[in-house]
């Protein structure tokens, strides 16, 4: 629901299962246990039930091949949750798993009166080749660079401290030097505070989509 405040529920989709998150480190199925077990603590930690998690159960790297497979289970959890606002990574995401879920999730979408957001992770550390590749999908049009979708900034101040809870769940990710908003959320994980950086923030940057039930690409495209 657009309305979280009002009630709204809130589903939580895993696409992929963790495994290969930090190889040298752990091997595969316990890694995918202790990914699980993370999320579910913050799930909690956001204070969201149990039951708004849905597993898809893909392994890690596995989705760019799978995508109908994908488009599939997708498609069953959408045609249950009935969402009035869907968020989802970005096609534009540089981590394969998350361009994929990013094309299967516009492919779903097409045509319904869903509010689709969807945001950027692998990219923000890495703002050369962020650039270069928005220019190669960027247009000028009349006069007016156009892009595939509306830049919105959303106000997240009041959450800071509990989104800084919530990462410090993940602590597999995490190196144990790695902070966030003045906290440590340091654990035994790879990525530390260069990485961080992107996420530190009082406001969350998302790309709106909402395109009509016949619109073509070229259609979709508005002004930024």
């Known amino acids: 629901s657009s309305d979280l405040s009002g009630g709204g529920k809130v589903t939580i ?30 799930i ?16 890690d790297a596995t989705l760019s091949r799978n ?10 959890v959408i045609v249950m949750a009935q969402p009035e ?4 990574p970005c096609p534009w995401d540089l981590h394969p798993d998350h361009a994929a879920l990013g094309r299967v999730t516009r492919r779903i979408l097409a045509g319904r009166p869903v509010q689709h957001l969807e945001y950027l992770v692998w990219c923000w550390d890495q703002p050369s ?5 928005l220019a190669r999908r960027t247009r000028v049009t009349r006069g007016h660079w156009t892009f595939p979708a509306r830049p919105v900034l959303v106000d997240g101040t009041d959450y800071v401290d509990k989104k800084a809870e919530a990462l410090a769940c993940h602590s597999s990710q995490f190196s144990p030097t790695a ?3 003045g906290h440590s959320i340091g654990g035994s994980g790879p990525l530390g505070n260069e990485f961080l950086r ?23 495209l508005q002004t930024w």
């Open 13 to 42: 989709v895993l696409a992929t299962d963790g495994r290969y998150g930090d190889p040298e480190a752990v091997a595969p199925e316990p890694m995918a246990t202790i990914r699980r077990d993370e999320l579910e603590h913050a």
């Open 44 to 59: 909690a930690v956001l204070g969201l039930a149990p039951s708004s998690l849905v597993m898809l159960g893909f392994e």
């Open 85 to 88: 606002v869907l968020i989802a």
């Open 67 to 76: 995508e109908d497979r994908l488009a599939e289970a997708l498609h069953a």
């Open 129 to 133: 080749r962020l650039v270069g590749y």
């Open 179 to 181: 902070t966030f908003n």
């Open 198 to 220: 992107s996420l530190d923030h009082t406001s969350e940057l998302f790309f709106l989509r909402t395109p009509g039930p016949s619109a073509s690409p070229s259609e979709e």
